[in-house]
């Protein structure tokens, strides 16, 4: 009896192990995005899968894990993890795991991705007030924008200054840096010297991000030390509306 006890128990031990792999999906493919699916099989404890995303837009695409859900016979269970940011013509691969008891070793299952969101990154622009610099004041709110500058490096030919962004609006914000310019007393203005790294950020409400703005002057046109200068913000803040799109399930059976 107790040979057979061990026998029952390493039997059970090998069987919790044991997988069903299903079938390869071919990709699910919209006008917005492509899902591509590969490995996906389940054991007693746990159901997984590798998905590649596929930003087919020049807007973002947010991809919302947590609306992820998996469909079993015995109940609904749904995918954890963080809103991803996909950029324009961009993909991610992630893990997309289910766990929680040991009822996920099925033959067959659905899987829906119901989390895919397009946000258009020239949406409404905030008109965010010109920046003096130095200035009687560090901080301003332009839209749902609360923007405070953390550090200002002045010198002859460069001036440099460091600000914290939160966004603190209900719906996106994107803050897009080098777009930026200094405009001294008598008019004249110097673009950015970021403008040939111009990066886009998306911040969801409550997220901050640090900006950092720089300038350069020749010697001959200006003292940058000893001149006033206006920061001109132009298209540097945008909010978005993220619109869903259309959900996909795919059914997954065994091979």
């Known amino acids: 009896m107790l040979f057979s006890t061990i026998g029952t128990q390493i039997f059970a031990q090998e069987d919790s192990k044991h997988e069903y792999h299903y079938k390869q999906l071919d990709p699910i493919e919209t006008d917005e995005y492509k899902i591509e ?16 995303i596929t930003n087919k837009t020049s807007d973002f695409l947010i991809f919302k894990q947590s609306e992820i859900l998996f469909k079993y016979e015995h109940g609904d269970v749904k995918h954890e993890g963080k809103d991803i940011i996909i950029k324009p013509g961009g993909s991610v691969s992630k893990s997309i795991k289910v766990t929680g008891g040991l009822q996920f070793h099925v033959e067959k299952l659905s899987v829906i991705y119901d989390c895919f969101y397009r946000l258009s990154a020239e949406k409404e ?17 332009a839209g749902g924008f609360q923007v405070t500058m953390k550090k200002l490096d002045k010198r002859t030919q460069e001036t440099v200054a460091n600000f ?92």
């Open 37 to 52: 699916i590969a490995d996906a099989h389940s054991q007693a404890e746990f159901t997984v899968m590798k998905a590649k």
């Open 164 to 255: 914290n962004v939160i966004y603190t609006g209900n719906d996106y914000g994107i803050v897009t840096s080098g777009k930026t310019a200094a405009r001294l007393d008598d008019g004249r203005e110097f673009a950015s010297t970021a403008g040939k790294k111009i990066k886009l950020n998306v911040l969801a409400p409550g997220e901050k991000k640090k900006l950092t703005v720089s300038y350069t002057i020749p010697g001959k046109t200006a003292d940058m030390q000893l001149v006033n200068m206006k920061i001109i913000w132009r298209t540097t803040f945008v909010e978005s509306k993220a619109i869903k799109l259309a959900a996909q399930t795919l059914n997954f059976t065994v091979n």
């Open 125 to 141: 622009l905030v008109k965010a007030p010109d920046f003096d610099i130095p200035g009687s004041i560090n901080e301003f709110k």
